[in-house]
């Protein structure tokens, strides 16, 4: 991380505890991270995740990795630098949204574990979740409608995750969703009773 240029400032606290906004929203906050290979199907399920959720009466938004390269990061590429940074960034706004008392869903490859750590290590215990969606580089390749690994082995897209770069597993993520054994709806169903069970939601 980059050595901060901002001086002569000071964090400004509101009036309103976390407390009061767990009471107001009737939820918890927190930031539910996917991560995964290209394919394996975070995306898909996080949007499920989060029309399930805003159906049921729950604050929920997504970051989506396509997404947030359009707008925030448009600047940054996928080097091991930029793929850092980009996730360095997307986690302070999601310690935002988290705070805010969103359920704020995360759909990022994310391929460094320590990059991962440093975007939990931002916010309070028990605000972030991280679900490895695992899917093997086999099945990941079979859904490819992008072509994108086509081309990664091709040579024509460089530092691509799993092909030309590393992808690193989590090792101790909250929730696994081996999703070329679990449906769409089975994955959601196992986020959606996670959060139940640890009192983020009442079902």
């Not at 309070?124 to 490895?132: A, M, R, W």
């Amino acid at each position: 991380m980059s050595e901060s240029k901002s001086t002569n400032i000071k964090w400004h606290h509101g009036k309103i505890s976390q407390e009061d906004r767990d009471k107001s929203m009737n939820q918890k906050g927190a930031t539910i991270w996917f991560t995964g290979l290209s394919g394996s199907g975070k995306s898909t399920i996080a949007v499920e995740l989060e029309h399930a959720l805003i159906e049921n009466g729950y604050k929920a938004n997504i970051l989506d990795g396509d997404n947030v390269r359009h707008g925030l990061n448009s600047n940054l590429g996928f080097s091991p630098e930029d793929r850092t940074e980009n996730i360095r960034r997307i986690g302070e706004v999601a310690k935002l949204f988290t705070a805010a008392n969103m359920l704020n869903i995360t759909a990022f490859i994310s391929p460094y574990r320590a990059d991962r750590d440093v975007a939990r290590a931002t916010q309070g215990e028990g605000d972030f979740i991280e679900v490895y969606v695992k899917c093997s580089l086999e099945e990941c390749e079979k859904r490819d409608t992008k072509g994108l690994y086509k081309k990664a082995r091709a040579g024509e897209i460089p530092e691509f995750t799993g092909i030309s770069a590393p992808y690193e597993e989590p090792e101790n993520a909250e929730l696994v969703l081996a999703t070329d054994e679990l449906s769409v709806d089975d994955s959601v169903r196992k986020v959606i009773d996670y959060l139940a069970e640890k009192g983020y939601i009442t079902l």
